[in-house]
Nanobody, 115 residues
Framework: QVQLVESGGGLVNPGGSLRLSCAAS????????MGWYRQAPGKQRELVAT???????KYADSLKVRFTISRLNAVNKVYLLMNNLEPEDTAVYFC?????????WGQGTQVTVSS
């Protein structure tokens, strides 16, 4: 079992930045891929970015200019730096991990972009 705990969400003005963090714990199995997804009100959950243990990244095409994913394997943490935030980025952001042939999800952290 893998437990994921997100932090760093909140209210930010348009054009601002936030850094989300996700800490993974509980598993003795190597976590191959970690990532971030988001779900806006009334919409389906969508990919934001993922990163493998070796550092290979994948982004949603519309976000790769403004968002950066990074990872510290030694402490099983993944980060998402979000710059130049727009109201359309308002959503619950979920951390995701793939380990031991299973996917795990965090509870999510709310990001609200509004003036």
């Amino acid at each position: 079992q893998v437990q994921l705990v997100e932090s760093g969400g909140g209210l930010v003005n348009p054009g601002g930045s936030l850094r989300l963090s996700c800490a993974a714990s509980g598993s003795q199995v190597s976590i191959e891929t970690m990532g971030w997804y988001r779900q806006a009100p009334g919409k389906q959950r969508e990919l934001v970015a993922t990163i493998t243990r070796s550092g290979h990244t994948k982004y949603a095409d519309s976000l790769k200019v403004r968002f950066t994913i990074s990872r510290l394997n030694a402490v099983n943490k993944v980060y998402l730096l979000m710059n130049n935030l727009e109201p359309e980025d308002t959503a619950v952001y979920f951390c995701n991990a793939y380990a031991g042939l299973q996917y795990y999800w965090g509870q999510g952290t709310q990001v609200t972009v509004s003036s």
